[in-house]
């Protein structure tokens, strides 16, 4: 099941789930992200791998081999 960093995912519901499955999800990454949320164009800092727009809700993830760069991190759902 796990695919270690070779692992693709078609949207921001599967990333999401992913670290939620494995534990990671409440966990803080090695660095914090600048995020621009795509639901209501705000920046807010991205402390875990999984984290919420303050501003509207809209629930990001990222997984862990991939938590380096902002262009992984995907959008899953407002209150997702």
């Known amino acids: 099941m796990h695919e270690g960093c070779s692992g693709s995912f078609e949207n921001g ?11 990671f999800s409440t966990q803080h990454m ?4 600048t995020i621009e949320c795509e639901a209501c164009d705000q920046s ?6 999984e984290d919420k727009c ?3 809700g809209m629930v990001f993830g990222v997984t862990p ?5 902002p262009d992984n991190v995907m959008a899953a759902g407002i209150d997702y």
């Open 13 to 23: 519901k599967q990333v999401v789930d992913k670290v939620r499955m494995m534990g």
């Open 30 to 33: 090695p660095m914090p992200l």
């Open 44 to 49: 807010f800092e991205m402390v875990t791998f």
């Open 54 to 56: 303050p501003h509207c």
């Open 65 to 69: 081999c991939h938590a380096f760069d």
